[in-house]
């Protein structure tokens, strides 16, 4: 017998991880979470920042868990769930949403992370500690995970939550399967105090989120924290290497202006309205960072419907489980996630407790039954968020994106 109490690990300070601790924490089951970032400022946080909706049978329950829903309203009012959805010519197409109310109400990351952070005590997190491997040992009764963080030590747990993202290090403990490349890149910029500055561009995207489709490209703007407003601009191409290999990785903002609204291959042939938003985001870029490299990455999805074989200490919730294209569905299934773990581990600590092995041969057949309920949970949004990203990114993607939508006010009640 071990004769130490449970140690649990999460791996990974957002909406996922987070949540995990808070429900953890209010059941009184002891845990660490390390997160790869320090822990941030003041003035890091007054930054910028894109939004995240969260909808009621995920996102909101687990803030409603986390009893924290009176606290998170009054941190939704920077974006209203209003989508406007033009062509490339800045012709808004469809609009959909209500400024004034909503089931899925947005929230910025920081916010989020924030409000979360507000239910765990300091000590429960430590940060600025980067994973560099996850390995198991099989002792004479049970699993243990050491993980390694460099200088900063090899501590040893009974369970592993791997909350850690695309790149999840745990996920390597479980399954050698890694992200795909899914045919497009992406530039993110912002556009501070919008509405003061920039009247006619706020007035085209509106007070929530607006898609300018077309070309198989993109140019998405997200109203955020401070008035401002996010721009993420998408390029479809089967081109892992893109950003190196069109030279967009190495230049500044000034020089990608150019480069992105006089080649056709970019966004040439797209209207005045939608490259005016590009230029004032490349402008409001180059004032704020000089000299700075543009941020261009590549979007990245786990294979739909892929599963793991279940083993023994360790699992995975949110992106290291089921990374997938932006869709709106991500930080739901991972906080959704985080609650029904949450729920296994709080249910066979009350029922052993005291001693790891217990513990570790109780939660064994909990964790490999969330397991399966949560990879059929992420087929079923992955496939879902293909077909959205198929029909936002097809060569007419406004009227793909209306004929969609408009399909659903067609159908019979």
Not at 189 to 200: A, H
Not at 280 to 299: F, S, T, Y
Not at 353 to 375: K, R
Not at 388 to 411: H, I, R, V, W, Y
């Amino acid at each position: 017998m071990s004769f130490h109490k449970p140690r649990i690990a999460i791996i990974g300070g957002g909406p996922a991880g987070l949540t995990a601790g808070v429900l953890l924490h209010k059941h009184g089951v002891p845990f660490t979470i390390f997160e790869l970032r320090q822990k941030p400022t003041l003035e890091e946080l007054a930054q910028p920042v894109g939004m995240l909706d969260l909808h009621e049978e995920s996102g909101l329950a687990a803030i409603r868990k986390c009893d924290l829903y009176e606290d998170f309203l009054p941190l939704t009012e920077d974006c209203a769930s209003v989508m406007r959805i033009s062509d490339k010519d800045g012709n808004i197409a469809y609009t959909h949403g209500d400024e004034e109310k909503s089931d899925r109400p947005e929230i910025s990351r920081h916010a989020l992370n924030q409000l979360l952070l507000s239910k765990l005590p300091a000590n429960a997190i430590k940060w600025g500690h980067k994973l560099l491997s996850a390995t198991s040992a099989t002792r004479v009764a049970h699993t243990e995970i050491e993980l390694d963080f460099g200088q900063q030590g090899k501590p040893i747990f009974d369970f592993v939550i791997g909350a850690d993202g695309a790149w999840s290090k745990v996920r390597k403990l479980l399954t050698g399967v890694k992200p795909q490349y899914c045919g497009r890149q992406f530039i993110s910029l912002y556009i501070k105090q919008i509405t003061q500055n920039y009247p006619n561009l706020a007035e085209l995207v509106g007070p929530g989120t607006f898609f300018a489709m077309g070309n198989r490209h993109g140019v998405v703007v997200q109203r955020g924290p401070h008035n401002s407003a996010k721009v993420w601009i998408y390029f479809s191409t089967p081109d892992e290497q893109f950003g190196t290999s069109s030279g967009l990785v190495t230049e500044t903002a000034a020089s990608i202006k150019t480069k992105m609204l006089e080649d056709n291959a970019f966004l040439g042939q797209w209207g005045p309205k939608v490259k005016e938003l590009v230029i004032i985001a490349c402008d409001e870029e180059l004032r704020d960072n000089p000299g700075a490299k543009v941020d261009i990455k590549p979007v990245y999805g786990l294979p739909v419907g892929y599963k793991w074989e279940h083993s023994p200490g360790a699992t995975l919730i949110g992106d290291a489980a089921h990374l997938m294209p932006p869709s709106g569905g991500g930080v739901n299934l991972g906080m959704l996630d985080a609650v029904l773990l949450s729920e296994a581990i709080v249910k066979t600590h009350k029922m052993a407790g005291s001693d790891a092995v217990h513990f570790q041969n109780a939660l064994n057949p909990l964790t490999e039954e969330f397991e399966f309920e949560m990879a059929a949970r992420a087929k079923e949004e992955a496939k879902d968020g293909d077909q959205l990203n198929e029909k936002l990114f097809a060569e007419d993607g406004a009227k793909a994106m209306t004929d969609f939508f408009k399909s659903f006010q067609q159908q019979p009640e």
